[in-house]
């Protein structure tokens, strides 16, 4: 059964932190996402790494970086989280044709 | 620049009735489609595609049309049940290959309410 896990379900992190979300899959996916959900935003796209130590912008890339340094692991970083960047974060595997979703991560900017 | 469009934030159906949740697109190079729910708290969960070889896609009560002409697609769930409220999203992708790194871009969502 697919799989995609995120470090977090829930976030609370003060303006200037640095900030590690985290996901791992285990279908063995080249490719995978980290996406953010606003309300009237829909998904959003932020980086996608289509191997491993590689990484591409999505649409939205300004204020965060990713790391990639294993096949099953990909991490977004926030360099200095601001509170326009509260948000529910998700995560993605894809194969083929279909992209798998983590549970997502809802972090709160103070 | 939005290039994939859901007009309608929010829809309500009768329990037992057809619903029909619509989505435009603006980018002629788009050539696979897919349907997303999304329930509170969880993750998407992939509902149905449809490539652009085909103008239709039935799975179970779940079937999308597409109308490339129009560049429009359209999901309708019959006979609608409660589990189907949540948020559906639909997306779509331009050049489908055997690499599969091409990136989905995401509609606004449509938040669907049956109504017992």
Redesign the interface.
Known sequence: DVKVTQSSRYLVKRTGEKVFLECVQDMDHENMFWYRQDPGLGLRLIYFSYDVKMKEKGDIPEGYSVSREKKERFSLILESASTNQTSMYLCASRDLYEQYFGPGTRLTVT | DQQVK?NS?SLSVQEGRISILNCDYTNSMFD?F?W?KKYP??????LI?ISSIKDKNEDGRFTVFLNKSAKHLSLHIVPSQPGDSAVY?C?ASEG?S????E???????TRLTIIP
């Open positions: 859901q934030p696979y897919l997303y708290a969880e993750g998407p969960t992939f595609s999203f997306a489908i055997n690499f599969g790194n990136k989905l871009t995401f509609g606004t969502g």
